[in-house]
């Protein structure tokens, strides 16, 4: 039988996958997905993270607010984040920086983010963070602030190769999903080399980041990205690794266990 599988960071919780669950979770099964990270953006999904992990044990509820949802975060956003936490949430994310996103408010992000890393260092959580053209900011924060005795997990990502040994030092895990190949094959192709091994993580943040047509095996109406489609860049990360699937899996595996569960 093939080693399990591990999403490191999707939303498989979002409304726009609810008429489709039956049959993902049925896709999931047959490649073997034993664990997967769930996360809400914002208060107003939080509790649909919740509710969709207590009927799916494969889910690992993850609750945090969003860059791109801190403009309009309600007052009592961190008493909601909080409660979250003592209904079960297991893993700080999704949060971190954007200066992509119209309207962005840097110093309004960096408040929120610190506050939540902030969470996640005092009970030593798990973090998922977001970070889009924004890694000067990132990067001034993680040397600054407490962080977790775990470390850390950086969902998709795309800065500096040369930032690489230094995020490593503040126990950092990199997470890459396929989608990351559209834009700069060689650039993507070197960070997936360049990070060790034993600090890679997979995932495919769906319903979003659909892949191109090469590296995905599944699709959802209105191209919505088809969690299933983990398989696929399993075996992506693997052929740029110039490694084996199997031995590909069996390490993020560990890596997910040790950084996630543990």
Not at 103 to 115: L, N, Y
Request: contains cysteine; negative net charge; hydrophobic residues 40%.
């Amino acid at each position: 039988m093939p080693p399990a599988l591990y999403d490191a960071h999707n939303h498989w919780a979002e409304e726009k996958l609810r008429s489709f669950r039956e049959d993902i979770s049925s896709a999931l099964t047959e490649i073997i997905l034993e664990k997967a990270i769930v996360n809400g953006t914002c208060p107003n999904d939080w509790h649909e993270v919740l509710e969709f992990a207590q009927n799916e044990t494969r889910a690992v509820p993850a609750v945090g607010l969003h860059p791109w949802k801190v403009n309009h975060a309600p007052e009592d956003w961190q008493q909601q984040f909080t409660t979250a936490f003592e209904n079960g949430a297991r893993v700080v994310g999704e949060i971190g920086l954007d200066q992509w996103i119209d309207g962005h408010d840097i110093e309004r992000q960096q408040t929120a983010f610190r506050w939540q890393l902030a969470y996640a260092a005092h009970y030593n959580l798990p973090v998922s963070i977001h970070c889009l053209r924004a890694i000067g900011p990132l990067m001034e924060t993680l040397r600054t602030a407490n962080l977790p005795k775990r470390g850390i997990h950086l969902h998709a990502y795309n800065g500096p190769i040369e930032l690489i040994e230094e995020l490593l030092s503040y126990g950092a895990y990199f997470s890459f999903n396929a989608e990351q190949l559209k834009h700069n094959v060689n650039k993507a192709s070197a960070v997936i080399t360049r990070v060790p091994i034993d600090r890679v993580l997979v995932e495919t943040d769906a319903p979003y980041l659909l892949p191109e047509p090469a590296y995905r095996i599944a699709e959802l109406p209105d191209a919505l990205n088809h969690p299933k489609n983990l398989l696929a860049t399993y075996q992506t990360v693997a052929s740029i690794r110039k490694i084996q699937s199997d031995e590909l899996s069996e390490r993020v595996a560990e890596n997910f266990h040790t950084y996630f569960l543990n």
